[in-house]
């Protein structure tokens, strides 16, 4: 069932599209990082240690912004687009009751369509990646360190969990709504909801119950300060771009404010790997755990259900 | 006969409040063509899906090929195929394609999957269409097709819910004739669940009648006929050379005759109804008064007469646990009809 998912989705015209668009966006931000890479080594200032790699992902003279920034938008789409018509459509069309007239278990539909899925996005990075560094070998000539090599495939895993939670949301939508455009739309929805107002509302919300900083002690600030970073983490988007944030540039050493007794004695110096996936375990165990849930809610939606025609 | 492939007993389907299928007991025997015949909404879908493990009853229990088929679907499905109304296919792949799916999903071993793809094809006539995309394919070489995706696991039990919808009267014959001959030649019990009451009287064995969730009535024509008619279980019509006088000095004696309960008199026919079938009794009554028979007629009750008469006794019920429209649909069309 899985080799016949995955032959679908690349033959499908939607995945070509954005096939398309994430190998341009890929392009004009390898372009815009290439043109600039000289002026960011430059300034290098705070080590001696070079990741060119890493620069090649995230460097930005402000024109366009970061790819990993991109991908958090790109990302949801693909998320999207390839899970929200994966159980109404089927049905609609008149396969699925006879799919469910094999002697087949139920549940491998759904994990057929997610992994076949999760598959192809995967394949998709991990040559966007390899393509970078062999692009980088062949352009700059420079040898890639191996923490580099360990900070780009954490990125990887982290963008396929990323894609990996939009599709198994609208995956869930799908076997919600009877209509392949309802699902799409609210998964739409739901992602502009995220995108873009939910850091709104959360920053009115807190200007509106928070207490006025100034009658505040530090610790009680401190307090109000995490409270808030935690709502705003509520956004998936917002949890990856942190936490690929951290991964990919390694002189970022928090995802929030720290205080000068955290900062005193610290040496400006890059993390190693471990530390900064020490950082970031929070996002990451955020994102696989609303993945699992939304997958576990379309699970329990789908195995009991009657399927007629 | 002798074993029972399908027992349905005591089951129950409720949808909320609504009874979909009521304390069903029906038995199906190897190698039966049976026949469901019910109006819309009576639960003989609902009744095969719970044959099936697609859905779960409320109550009582449905066994096929001697397994329970709500615990263990999976071993009804490699021995019952299905085939629902309005099949469908993925248009994108090919008719072969879609069979080759279909029997790799049911683990037929990957050498055998293409010979026996392209053998059902052959034996439900589509060979010369192998290769093309499923979605062009006609109404009536869907169906086919169905069927060959039904066949290729060489299953003990076919289900087919309305095969024959919106496929053209040579076709039907075709496709009939291909499932008498199937169910004949490889002993596969055949479930057929149609409106059309000729195909079903042509080519069932037995016949279930279900209204309002209710198993009516259940077995062959003959006994059907009886069971309802039993008063006029036999029409006889007798054409006669010469119109009949009015009132026929005969006629007291007819009905006077054993086993006939009604006479009447039209012309130069005379319709007799009676109990038991006295055919050369009334012929030979006929010839002794000197009368010239032309035509002698057997009227049973055909499939339409019995049907009718048993939606009709409950049509009254129908009314009051019918299937549940929408609050809008009410109102709605309350307000039109008001206009």
Redesign the interface.
Known sequence: MLRKEIADITRSWRFIVLLVLIILTFISAMYVSLTNLKAAIGNESDSGKLFLYLKLLTTTDGSLPAFHIFISFLGALLGIALGFDAVNAEQNNGTLIRLMAQPVYRDNVLLAKFLGALIVVSALFVSLALLMIGGGLIITGVWFEAVELFRILAFIVLTVLYVGFWLSLSILLSVRFKQATASALTAIGIWVFFTIFYGIIVKMIAKAFFPDPAFLSQAELFSWNNLLLDLLGLAPSHLYTDATTALLMPSVRSLGPLSMEQMAGAIPNPLPLRESLLIVWPQVSGLLAATAVCFALSYYWFMRREIRS | MENAIIELKGLTKYYGSLKAVDNLNLTINKGEIYGLLGPNGAGK?TTI?MM?G???PSSGEAIVCNYNATHYP??V??KV??M?????????MTALENLM??AQ???IPPGDVKSRAFEMMEMVGLQAAMHKKAGTYSRGMKQRL?LA?VLI?QPEVIIL?EPTLGIDPSGVKDFLSLIRQLSRQQQITVLLSSHHLHQVQQLCDRVGIFVGGKLLADGGMEQLSQHLFSKDAYVVMINVKDVLPAPWEHEAALQRLEAVTKVAIAGDTVEISCTKNITPDLVRFFVEKNIDVMGVHKKQYGLEEIYEQYFENNQHENESDGKSSGLFQRSFFKKTRKQ
């Not at chain 2, 629902?84 to 994108?92: A, C, L, M």
């Open positions: 879908t899906l099936l697609l859905t779960e999976i071993l499905k490699r195929g299905y629902p109304d309005n099949v469908g296919f993925y248009d994108g799916y279909i999903l049911n683990g169905g995706d696991k819910d």
